[in-house]
């Protein structure tokens, strides 16, 4: 699989640049496999059947500079940070199963190698023991799939409880607390640094690397300006 890199002067960049460079590599097919991690300030990110309003504390992102997106593909609101790891995964593979499949499989891979005993469900998490450390979501396309992932090393707990507004009746079932009860940190079951387990997925998975050039940035940052953030 192929590592696609940034060049030097283009890393720090909005999640809106990420969500548009899975694009771009999908529509370019620059592999038939490839794979990039990326990390972003706070942000939070939709998915494109849910209602902003209804799945996102404004009044508090807007306080805290937490930075809203809405991404193509499904699934649930996700709350990012510096402290925690985003994966994309982009394959030719045009059956969402398979593509789900094999990156859940891939992610399994580097955690065991890290002495983690991981699961992952139907519903695409990969758990520890009870409690979720990754989530995905797909995107198809005429040219395969795009995987994206949130893989939470670390994250300021409290933006993530605060600016994903629960449900009132899931906040009446369960409480807030429970919230933090159903998710784990990866932090808390390895030795690793955060810095040594981006270069763990990125030995396990990648054989290659492919660095875009400053064109190519160009093009993606025209993609880009379809996911203008939502303040």
Sequence with gaps: MTNIILPETATARKLSF????????????????????WQVEPSVIYGRNQVLEN??????????GIQLFQRKSGGGCVYADRDNLMLS?????EQVGFAFNRFINMVLLVLRKM???ATGTRHNDIMIGDRKVCGTACRTM????????????????????QAI?????KLAKNGVESVRQRITLLKDY?????????ALILSTLCDSERVLTADEVAQIEQIEERYNPKQ
């Design 18 to 37: 990420f969500l548009a460079m899975e694009e771009f590599v999908a529509r370019q097919q620059l592999a038939d496999d490839a794979f990039f991690l």
């Design 142 to 161: 005429n040219t395969g799939c795009i995987v994206h992932s949130t893989m939470l090393y670390d994250t300021n707990m409290q933006h993530m409880l």
């Design 190 to 198: 390895t030795s690793l640094t955060l810095e040594e387990v981006k």
């Design 55 to 64: 799945e996102v504390n404004l009044e508090y992102c807007q306080a805290h």
């Design 89 to 93: 995964y982009i394959t030719k593979e």
């Design 115 to 117: 002495g983690i005993d």
């Design 165 to 169: 507004t629960p449900s009132q009746q």
